[in-house]
């Protein structure tokens, strides 16, 4: 019963942490928004958990294990995000693009003085499942999380919390190595010509996303897939959409789907009646 309603969950949580990347287009707010989004989400697992508590070893090292640490693993990344974001230097490319693999240094370091749980955690092992992931269990050897005194050991165990930080780290190192390779990619860009500078889109996502749509309906790039598109139209504009694919029914229930379309129109007609004149 758990499982079922923590998929429900955690499916709610990303379509709500992707209609922040649609609504919200200054950064810190809705990184902001993102944590609040996350902490929300996760006092509901917790009150679900509260009144349906898993019974059996067999079932807290399910959801200690395979449940918990993802909502968590979200709310450390997006925190450490909001973080690194506002210490982020001014400069150019270079500068933010150096400050961004020291962070991923910081990362190794953090992976290197936990490896033995890193790796028991890569191979997918289970041997200690009941020593980390079944509540009261306090190993000294197994070098538990010290924080665990001050969490609620009804909700924690010793190592749920350092798994959704190896989450949360597997998630920032993959979003900072794709910093890295979109400020490569602009610089290469700029080398190469002068005129192709400052081609960032400009518009909402929201905006951007109602044309993906259009271009796929109509083939204006023949047979190619929907995330072939995105992909493409992402490092031509040097954006992130996010989870693309949850935004359909988003834009479907807006009072009017094509917004930035009527609005073009619009503008394009204008231009043409000015023409005309």
Not at 44 to 63: G, H, M, R, S, W
Not at 70 to 78: A, D, G, M, T, V
Request: charge should be neutral.
């Amino acid at each position: 019963m758990i499982t079922k309603f923590s998929d429900r969950l955690y499916a709610d949580l990303n379509r709500n942490l992707n209609v922040l990347v649609l609504e919200e287009d200054q950064l810190i707010k809705r990184l902001e928004k993102s944590i609040h989004v996350c902490l929300k989400y996760l006092r509901k697992l917790k009150d679900y958990c509260k009144l349906n508590d898993p019974v059996t070893p067999a079932e807290e090292i399910v959801f200690f294990k395979h449940i918990k640490p993802k909502f968590k693993s979200q709310l450390i990344f997006y925190q450490s995000l909001l973080n690194i974001e506002i210490r982020k230097p001014i400069g150019d490319g270079k500068v933010v693009s150096d400050y961004f693999a020291n962070e991923i240094k910081i990362l190794y370091h953090f992976f290197e003085s936990n490896l033995s749980f890193y790796q028991y955690v890569r191979t997918q092992a289970t041997y200690l499942d009941e020593y980390y992931f079944v509540r009261g269990n306090y190993d000294v050897h197994l070098d538990p999380d010290q924080c665990v005194i001050d969490f609620d050991p009804t909700f924690s165990t010793t190592h749920d919390h350092k798994l959704a930080q190896v989450l949360a780290s597997e998630l920032m190192q993959e979003h900072l190595e794709q910093s890295i390779q979109k400020i490569s990619q602009k610089d290469a860009i700029m080398q190469l010509d002068s005129e192709f500078r400052d081609f960032d889109w400009k518009q909402t996502k929201c905006a951007l996303i109602e044309l993906i749509y259009s271009w796929h309906a109509t083939e204006a790039f023949g047979k190619k897939n929907l995330k072939s598109i995105v992909k493409f139209i992402e490092k031509s504009f040097n954006i992130s959409l996010g989870n693309f694919y949850d935004t359909y029914d988003w834009l479907c229930g807006r009072p009017s789907p094509t917004v930035y379309i009527d609005e073009m129109k619009e503008a394009f007609l204008l231009r043409v009646r000015k023409k005309l004149k």
